[in-house]
Nanobody, 122 residues
């Protein structure tokens, strides 16, 4: 499956932004989807995940209550709605997909998009 992330840019603290991850070349409903981010000088970290049926979601503590993950099966697209953005949310965001593994480790995901970057700054 190929993944294409989009939606980055420059926003101010407190703003909202929605990232999209369009999937192609595979059966979308067979894949769990995940969002990761990597800030400058830091390791890639888990942000959020959604199960292949869209029923189960998970979030990093740092974003819980502010970010919402979802997926649209008709559009083969996963989304990350981000509200109340903070400067520390600044990073390159990656979407990822997997069929068989579990957990939050990046190594559990088999397919990765190219990343989309956004900056939260006043």
């Amino acid at each position: 499956v190929q993944l294409q992330a989009s939606g980055g840019g420059l926003v101010q603290p407190g703003d909202s932004l929605r990232l999209s991850c369009a999937a192609s070349g595979g059966t979308f409903s067979r894949y769990d989807m995940g969002w990761f981010r990597q800030a400058p000088g830091k390791e890639r970290e888990f942000v959020s995940g959604i199960s292949r049926d869209g029923v189960y979601t998970s979030y990093a503590t740092s974003v819980k209550g502010r970010f919402t993950v979802s997926r649209d099966f008709a559009k083969n697209t996963a989304y990350l709605q981000m509200n109340s953005l903070k400067p520390e949310d600044t990073a390159v965001y990656y979407c990822a997909a997997r069929r068989y593994s579990t957990g939050r480790a990046s190594a559990s995901y088999d397919y990765w998009g190219q990343g989309t970057e956004f900056t939260v700054s006043s």
